[in-house]
C-alpha cells in the first residue's frame, strides 16, 4: 500500500527514529518533512500518517497546517507520535483536523520521547534515552498492524 507519513521531528529526531525503523520495512512509505515541502497531492496514497513530537500538548503546528491544506476528504489516517510526557489527549489537535476531512482512523501510536523543550531544559530534559529499541520496535509493529 502506497503510505505517505508527514512529520515534524526537528529538536532531538525523536520522531523520525520511529518513521526511520517503518521506512526500512516498507518501500512503499515515502517520508514528508512538513519543514520542507508544504504542499503534496496526499489522494494517491492509500493510508497517510502523520508524525509529530509533542509541543505543549498539541502536535506541531507544521504537521497540522499541512493536514489542513493537503488532506483529501474520506482518507485513511493514523497517527504516530514522541513526547516526553504521552498522554492520550496529544493526539486531539491532529484528529480534530482529519475529522473535519471524514478521515478513517487506523490507529495511534505513542512512545517517550527525549524532551528539554521550555522550562526541561533547565533541568536537563525528561525521558533520557527514549525512543527506546523496544519503542522503534512497537512503532514499527503498529505500523505493520494498520
Known sequence: MATAIIYYSK??????????AIAAVDAEV???????????????YD???FASGIYYGKFAEQVLNFARVNLPLDKD???????GNPTKNCFNS???VTEEKHSKELGRYISKGFDTY???KLV???QKGHPTDEEIHGAVDFYKGL
Do not use: S
Open 11 to 20: 529538536h532531538h529526531g525523536n520522531t523520525k527514529q520511529l518513521l526511520d
Open 30 to 44: 515515502e517520508l514528508v518533512d512538513a519543514t520542507e515541502k508544504h504542499e503534496l497531492d496526499l489522494g494517491r
Open 47 to 49: 493510508r497517510i500518517g
Open 77 to 83: 489516517v493514523f497517527f504516530i507520535a514522541t513526547a
Open 94 to 96: 491532529i484528529a480534530a
Open 118 to 120: 521550555g522550562p526541561f
Open 124 to 126: 536537563g530534559g525528561l
